[in-house]
């Protein structure tokens, strides 16, 4: 397995196959709540298991994750994506990754950031908090 491992938490409003179709390539630990029989989880509970884990969250629920995260000292990431296919989502994620890659080991990259992934497939990384 490569160095650019990342582990994520795949929010529920988005598709378990992104988790799914991560985990068979290989390359991420990927976790959907649908596969661990916690859908229905308030956002409070997701982040304090993600803390837990050390797993970045991949959500297109930007407004409340943006708000729980800034509250933490430290945070293993959130990654946000716009609202599109499944297929769509899975090609701007992995895109994502690389992207993080592209500035060092993106588990240590996306520590207290943001990245918001553009419809566009454009990247913003920004500190948080």
């Known amino acids: 397995m490569g160095e650019s491992r990342v582990k994520l938490f795949i929010d529920e ?15 991420h630990d990927a976790t ?6 916690r859908l229905g989880e308030p956002d409070h ?16 629920n930007a407004v409340d994750f943006r708000k729980l995260v800034a ?8 990654i946000i994506l716009p609202s599109v296919s499944r297929d769509q989502s899975f090609c701007l994620l992995v895109e994502g990754i690389a992207h993080l890659t592209s500035h060092g080991e993106p588990s ?9 992934i553009g419809r566009d497939g454009s990247f913003t990384l920004f500190p948080l908090p």
């Open 108 to 116: 240590n990259v996306i520590v207290n950031h943001v990245l918001e």
């Open 32 to 37: 959907h709540p649908r596969d661990m029989g």
């Open 45 to 60: 509970v997701v982040l304090a298991r993600c803390l837990e884990e050390d797993r970045a969250i991949v959500t297109e």
């Open 71 to 78: 509250r933490q000292e430290l945070h293993p990431g959130l």
């Open 13 to 27: 409003c988005l598709s378990p196959h992104l988790a799914r179709r991560l985990n068979e390539e290989g390359e």
